[in-house]
């Protein structure tokens, strides 16, 4: 039996415990140092097993949370079209924020790139690139059928989905020209591990994107930020707010990686541009800032 052979799956599988290249036969594969088995079930890898533990109590807030605010649709076009929604969405104000990120995402990859699409989601981001011809691993905790990698049930194409820890990615070294973190990257627990994962399975030189992230010039907005979401979280839900996950960037975390980074900001229109300076006048804290932020190991060059 040869690595990752005969199956649909089209990246080379590792380990998440010691990164051993994977033996695949039919929906299982098994790791030949560990002798782990990790199985394929309802059209998405499982990865997770005890890795779970300590993300329970994080997913069940999630999802009491999303589905109180309106996120998620029982309609298959919902799916499709995101990141464009209707007007009456719950949720229209940040779609149309994402839809203006993922025009400038689209621009930024090159044609034909194979992608992972860490924190998928429902995997929105992944069918709108797999239907212009990429390959892309879709990558979550979460397999809700709403909020999760479940809604791949929606989409007319097959997605390629992987439940998973993004501090433990399942993959081979250096096998993906883009890695997006797609509104995922500010719920790590540990940021440095997070990014090294994503470093180890690009390929040497390719792109890390991290995209809409709330970023805050100042730490204390992002701290501040997560006090009025904490008190939310209490007050209309009754639920304590995971404090083990940061929750926002700053730009100084990416100042402070070894890596090159460029910065593009996500506009939507003028009353958006405006929301600084707006704050800055009602004396309230610094508004988050949304965007691409494309990183590169320090020796590639900017082309
Ligand atoms: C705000 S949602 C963004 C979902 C999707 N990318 C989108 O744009 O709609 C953040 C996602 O990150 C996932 N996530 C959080 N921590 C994770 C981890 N350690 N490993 C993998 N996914 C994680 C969550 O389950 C959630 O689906």
Redesign the pocket.
């Known amino acids: 039996m040869t690595a990752n052979s005969g199956v649909s799956c089209s990246f080379m599988l590792a380990c998440p415990t010691d990164r051993a290249r994977l033996e695949i036969e039919g929906d299982a594969a098994r790791c030949p140092i560990c002798g782990c088995v990790y199985a394929r079930t309802n059209q998405i890898w499982r990865f997770v097993d005890h890795r779970l533990a300590p993300?329970e109590n994080?997913?069940a807030t999630?999802r009491v949370v999303r589905r109180a605010e309106g996120w998620g649709s029982h309609d298959a076009a919902y799916y499709c079209n995101l990141p464009q929604t209707s007007r009456d969405d719950p949720q229209a104000a940040i779609w149309r924020v994402?839809a203006a990120s993922f025009k400038k995402l689209v621009a930024l990859v090159e044609p034909g790139a194979r992608l992972l699409?860490?924190?998928?989601?429902?995997g929105?981001?992944s069918y709108q690139f797999a239907r212009r011809g990429h390959a892309v691993a879709a990558?979550?905790?979460?397999d809700d059928a709403r909020?999760?990698l479940g809604a791949q049930n929606f989409y007319p194409l097959p997605l390629d989905c992987y439940q998973?820890?993004?501090?433990h990615l399942p993959f081979d070294a250096a096998q993906f020209d883009v890695v997006i973190f797609?509104?995922?990257l500010h719920?790590?627990?540990n940021l440095t591990q997070t990014l090294n994962e994503a470093w180890r399975v690009l390929k040497p030189n390719d792109k890390l994107i991290v995209m809409?992230s709330p970023l805050y010039r100042q730490r204390a907005s992002g701290k501040a930020m997560l006090r009025e979401k904490a008190n939310e979280f209490q007050s209309r839900y009754g639920l304590e707010m995971d404090r083990t996950?940061r929750g926002f960037l700053t730009f100084d975390d990416f100042q402070q990686s070894v890596c090159a980074w460029q910065w593009y900001p996500t506009r939507v229109d003028w009353r958006w541009a405006l929301r600084p300076l707006r704050a800055r006048a009602l004396g309230q804290r610094e508004p988050a800032q949304f965007g691409v932020t494309v990183g590169k190991p320090p020796a590639a060059r900017w082309t």
């Open positions: 993300y994080f997913l999630y994402r699409d860490v924190g998928a989601g429902n929105w981001l990558l979550d905790l979460n909020e999760g998973a820890d993004f501090d797609n509104a995922s719920y790590s627990r809409d996950m």
